[in-house]
């Protein structure tokens, strides 16, 4: 290759106009800031409808939860303790 | 591995659900329903008639529904005074509607959908001619 090539690939083409570099700070900026951001961004939209709704039951994993008693007596434990079992109901058992 | 309480059941708004599922069950069909969730030591259809029992005077004519999630077990217990209107065959129907939507990870859905079936099975309509309700 010439030296005379060489400098023509060097001139700048009509109308370009060089600007200076960007500094470090502002290239990991650029591309590691803004795509871990928008990584951020996309991770709290995919996980936040879950953990509003809280832990979800699923069978086979066993429960956490502490017992509740919809509609119960006033004081579950007492009445617990002093109850006589139903003797003559009915019902259904059942597993999954 | 003993069960760690942890967090609530259910969420507010799965609360609502079945508290509202229990208050249509004695609105329309006069049914007055209890639900347990919580483990089922020992026997389970053992603890279920205690906690049926539990309910005191309007045991009998209550249904207690208690569910361990973690035993996967239900039982349905129903007292001697609304097993008339409200058979095993009945009970077994909302136990298999309950059960269903437990396997899909669903437990308040599950549990208000069975309330209703008990519900509706128990409803009786009212009869104009006879002159009691």
Redesign the interface.
């Known amino acids: 290759m010439s030296a005379r090539t060489l400098s023509a690939l060097q001139e700048y083409d009509d109308g370009e106009v060089p600007a200076e570099g960007i500094s470090d700070l502002a290239a990991l900026l650029v591309y590691v800031g803004i795509p871990a951001l928008l990584f951020l961004v996309i991770a709290v939209l995919v996980l936040a409808p879950s953990m509003a709704?809280?832990?979800?039951?699923?069978?086979?994993l066993?429960?956490?939860?502490?017992?509740?008693?919809?509609?119960?007596?006033d004081d579950?434990d007492s009445?617990?303790r002093?109850?006589?079992?139903?003797?003559?109901?009915?019902?259904?058992?059942?597993?999954? | 591995m003993a069960p760690v309480p942890a967090g609530e059941a259910f969420s507010e708004r799965q609360n609502d659900d079945i508290v509202r599922a229990i208050r249509l069950a004695r609105q329309q069909s006069d049914l007055p329903v209890s639900v347990y969730v919580g483990t089922l030591e020992g026997d389970p259809r053992d603890l279920a008639m205690v906690l049926h029992g539990a309910l005191g005077a309007a045991a009998e004519q209550s249904v207690l529904v208690a569910v361990d999630p973690g035993a996967r077990r239900l039982e349905i217990v129903t007292g001697k005074g609304v097993r008339r209107r409200l058979d095993d065959r009945s009970a077994g129907l909302a136990a298999m509607a309950m059960t269903s939507a437990f396997q899909g990870g669903d437990l308040s859905g599950g549990i208000a959908s069975g309330i209703l079936s008990l519900a509706e099975h128990a409803h009786t309509p009212r009869s104009l001619h006879t002159g009691t309700r």
């Not at chain 1, 502490?66 to 119960?72: E, I, K, R, S, Y």
């Not at chain 1, 006589?84 to 009915?90: D, I, L, P, Q």
């Open positions: 709704r809280g832990p979800r039951y699923r069978p086979g066993g429960w956490w939860a502490a017992p509740v008693w919809f509609n119960g007596p579950a009445a617990v002093h109850a006589t079992a139903t003797a003559e109901g009915g019902g259904a058992s059942a597993r999954w």
